[in-house]
């Protein structure tokens, strides 16, 4: 299943509901923009001749801030963090955020470092008044998978190969990241009055630890919207299923191989619940989502035994399950477990009775579902048209972290940024163009700019 499902517009809403509420938006921008340069409503009348003969419009105050956006910068930062490694397992995200914390204070930006483990830090920074609140929310993690083998040279030495930068994370995601800091540079050095807020979490590709601190240890905030820079061909995402880690583990009994009717195979009760995960994979994709489709099953891995010549007394299972808006992890692993114990009771198979499940809920990253109709995706999706990509929306068969955000600031939340995720994410010679970095980094600014300014950006007396 592809990992961006394409969707049509005309399947979310109809045009001319689109274009009114584009209007309304547009309307609600130039009214703010307006109070930003005169302030109160007689401070406007006075001055309105002023108004009236300066070319500080909204539509150049915009052309301005593109101009600023040089695709070369982008491209170098963006290597700058492939070289900062920071695989996961077998790293740390240190040198990641070390780096990105000095092109944000460059920026007279304030950043907070918060570290979740030894040499793996959080970064929230914030630009803009009431620190960064009524703004946009960017979102995006320091940590890449590990490369692995395949690769054509050093993953951590990032190269030029025409358009491209090929190196580990150049997709996923630290060239999203790269297109955040120069679009929050470019809108901050003409428009310091509009608030932004950058959260960039360690530890997305295993556990989400950095996203569980984040939500608890940040009070929630109010941000007119969350854009997760995960790659996504520039496609606006809307919605994205849940992802669960469970454990299962069976305790049975061991014995000679040569009796093992005198044992108990925690192996065997294993093939049970693999049986009943298969079942009920089938089961689920009967009820599927409106928008998000079915969940899912996956077991990941297995390991159990000491040898072939022993009855295994132990085996674990790893499994992935993704979820629906509506379901709970620790429900969903208890009827697991009650109906592994229901099914190894039935069998007629030695040492049945001496069988033992528990399991444990890993990690779970909850999904989200955003209004696909709203102004936020309207004006998301406008913004991506007016730098030059098409604008579609669509949904994730993938996970992210932008439901902890959802869930935690009560914000509408997207997924949109540069890169091919099923095409290069987490494989050798991964890849991204400059110029997609570019039109991301274009786009992120006119998000920024249009969304701080109808949140409210302190007039200016």
Same mark, same amino acid.
């Given at each position: 299943?592809?990992?961006?499902?394409?969707?049509?517009?005309?399947?979310?809403?109809?045009?001319?509901?689109?274009?009114?509420?584009?209007?309304?938006?547009?309307?609600?921008?130039?009214?703010?923009?307006?109070?930003?340069?005169?302030?109160?409503?007689?401070?406007?009348?006075?001055?309105?001749?002023?108004?009236?003969?300066?070319?500080?419009?909204?539509?150049?105050?915009?052309?301005?801030? #593109?101009?600023?956006?040089?695709?070369?910068?982008?491209?170098? #930062?963006?290597?700058?963090? =492939?070289?900062?490694?920071?695989?996961?397992?077998?790293?740390?995200?240190?040198?990641?955020?070390?780096?990105?914390?000095?092109?944000?204070?460059?920026?007279?930006?304030?950043?907070?470092?918060?570290?979740?483990?030894?040499?793996?830090?959080?970064?929230?920074?914030?630009?803009?008044?009431?620190?960064?609140?009524?703004?946009?929310?960017?979102?995006?993690?320091?940590? %890449?998978?590990?490369?692995?083998?395949?690769?054509?040279?050093?993953?951590?030495?990032?190269?030029?190969?025409?358009?491209?930068?090929?190196?580990?994370?150049?997709?996923?995601?630290?060239?999203?990241?790269?297109?955040?800091?120069?679009?929050?540079?470019? %809108?901050?050095?003409?428009?310091?009055?509009?608030?932004?807020?950058?959260?960039?979490?360690?530890?997305?590709?295993?556990?989400?630890?950095?996203?569980?601190?984040? =939500?608890?240890?940040?009070?929630?905030?109010?941000?007119?919207?969350?854009?997760?820079?995960?790659?996504?061909? #520039?496609?606006?995402?809307?919605?994205?299923?849940?992802?669960?880690?469970?454990? &299962?583990? *069976?305790?049975?009994?061991?014995?000679?191989?040569?009796?093992?009717?005198?044992?108990?195979?925690?192996?065997?009760?294993?093939?049970? %619940? =693999?049986?009943?995960? /298969?079942?009920?994979?089938?089961? *689920?994709?009967?009820?599927?989502?409106?928008?998000?489709?079915?969940?899912?099953?996956?077991?990941?891995?297995?390991?159990?035994?000491?040898?072939?010549?022993?009855?295994?007394?132990?085996?674990?299972?790893?499994?992935?399950?993704?979820?629906?808006?509506?379901?709970?992890? /620790?429900?969903?692993?208890?009827?697991? #477990?009650?109906?592994?114990?229901?099914?190894?009771?039935?069998?007629?198979?030695?040492?049945?009775?001496?069988?033992?499940?528990?399991?444990?809920?890993?990690?779970?990253?909850?999904?989200?579902? $955003?209004?696909?109709?709203?102004?936020?995706?309207?004006?998301?999706?406008?913004?991506?048209?007016?730098?030059?990509?098409?604008?579609?929306?669509?949904?994730?068969?993938?996970?992210?972290?932008?439901?902890?955000?959802?869930?935690?600031?009560?914000?509408? $939340?997207? &997924?949109?940024?540069?890169?091919?995720?099923?095409?290069?994410?987490?494989?050798?010679?991964?890849?991204?163009?400059?110029?997609?970095?570019?039109?991301?980094?274009?786009?992120?600014?006119?998000?920024?700019?249009?969304?701080?300014?109808?949140?409210?950006?302190? $007039?200016?007396?």
């Amino acid at each position: 299943m592809s990992a961006v499902r394409q969707t049509q517009g005309a399947a979310f809403r109809q045009a001319q509901d689109k274009e009114v509420r584009v209007d309304s938006f547009r309307q609600a921008q130039d009214e703010a923009f307006r109070q930003t340069q005169g302030g109160s409503a007689a401070e406007s009348l006075a001055v309105s001749e002023a108004e009236a003969t300066s070319a500080d419009t909204r539509e150049a105050l915009e052309a301005r801030v #593109l101009e600023r956006i040089d695709p070369e910068a982008i491209a170098q #930062l963006a290597s700058d963090l =492939i070289r900062a490694e920071s695989e996961n397992p077998g790293g740390t995200e240190e040198a990641t955020a070390q780096r990105l914390g000095v092109s944000f204070r460059v920026m007279g930006a304030q950043v907070d470092v918060d570290y979740v483990e030894p040499g793996r830090p959080n970064l929230v920074v914030r630009m803009g008044p009431n620190n960064g609140e009524g703004g946009i929310l960017f979102l995006g993690h320091s940590d %890449v998978v590990p490369a692995g083998e395949g690769w054509s040279g050093d993953p951590f030495i990032p190269r030029r190969e025409g358009d491209d930068i090929i190196g580990r994370g150049a997709t996923d995601m630290k060239g999203g990241i790269a297109s955040v800091v120069a679009a929050m540079h470019a %809108v901050n050095a003409e428009a310091p009055e509009i608030p932004m807020t950058f959260v960039c979490t360690v530890d997305e590709e295993v556990d989400a630890r950095g996203a569980r601190h984040y =939500i608890q240890t940040v009070s929630p905030a109010n941000y007119a919207g969350c854009v997760v820079a995960e790659p996504t061909s #520039l496609v606006t995402i809307t919605a994205a299923r849940g992802a669960t880690n469970l454990r &299962v583990d *069976i305790e049975g009994a061991s014995a000679h191989a040569g009796k093992p009717e005198e044992g108990a195979s925690a192996i065997y009760a294993a093939a049970d %619940v =693999i049986a009943l995960i /298969e079942a009920d994979h089938k089961a *689920i994709h009967d009820t599927a989502h409106p928008v998000l489709g079915s969940g899912d099953w996956n077991v990941g891995m297995i390991e159990g035994g000491h040898g072939t010549s022993i009855v295994p007394d132990r085996c674990t299972l790893s499994i992935d399950r993704r979820t629906l808006p509506d379901e709970h992890p /620790e429900a969903i692993l208890e009827q697991l #477990l009650d109906a592994a114990r229901t099914r190894t009771a039935e069998k007629d198979r030695p040492g049945a009775d001496r069988i033992h499940f528990t399991g444990e809920v890993e990690m779970t990253m909850p999904g989200f579902l $955003t209004d696909p109709e709203s102004d936020f995706v309207c004006c998301v999706r406008d913004a991506v048209r007016e730098v030059g990509g098409n604008g579609d929306a669509g949904v994730w068969s993938a996970a992210c972290e932008g439901g902890f955000m959802a869930q935690h600031h009560k914000t509408p $939340t997207i &997924v949109l940024g540069p890169g091919d995720i099923t095409g290069q994410a987490h494989q050798p010679d991964e890849r991204v163009s400059v110029t997609e970095l570019h039109t991301a980094a274009r786009a992120f600014a006119l998000i920024a700019l249009r969304i701080g300014a109808v949140a409210g950006g302190p $007039t200016q007396g």
